[in-house]
């Protein structure tokens, strides 16, 4: 069956870097555009970084700069670097996979991030 599973989150301190990673299963990893996205309590999921099956990425502009996504076809794993972490990223982060057809749509059950001194 599909499976994808998110590890990383925590506390972290203001300016402070964690690394969110995403392991896929039961999917042609290759050939789907994978996405991190993160919700506040109370407001609905938000995109924060997409990457292409082609390798082609686009950021949020509030995480522009700060945040890489990146990932590993071979290990089938997508990750996201997060530098620079400020307390309104705090929230709960999803991993998402997209493939070639609208029904395969498949999402994690998330990792908390905080962000606090």
């Known amino acids: 069956q599909v499976q994808l599973v998110e590890s990383g989150g925590g506390l972290v301190q203001p300016g402070g870097s964690l690394r969110l990673s995403c392991a896929a299963s039961?999917?042609?990893?290759?050939?789907?555009?994978m996405t991190w996205y993160r919700q506040f309590p109370g407001k609905e999921r938000e995109l924060v970084a997409r990457i292409t099956s082609g390798g082609r990425t686009n950021y949020a502009d509030s995480v522009k700069g700060r945040f890489t996504i990146s990932r590993d076809n071979a290990k089938k794993m997508v990750y996201l670097q997060m530098n620079s972490l400020k307390p309104e990223d705090t929230a709960v982060y999803y991993c998402?996979?997209?493939?070639?057809?609208?029904?395969?749509?498949?999402w994690g059950q998330g990792t908390q991030v905080t962000v606090s001194s």
């Open positions: 998402n996979a997209r493939g070639l057809f609208i029904e395969n749509d498949y």
């Open positions: 039961g999917i042609s990893f290759g050939i789907n555009d």
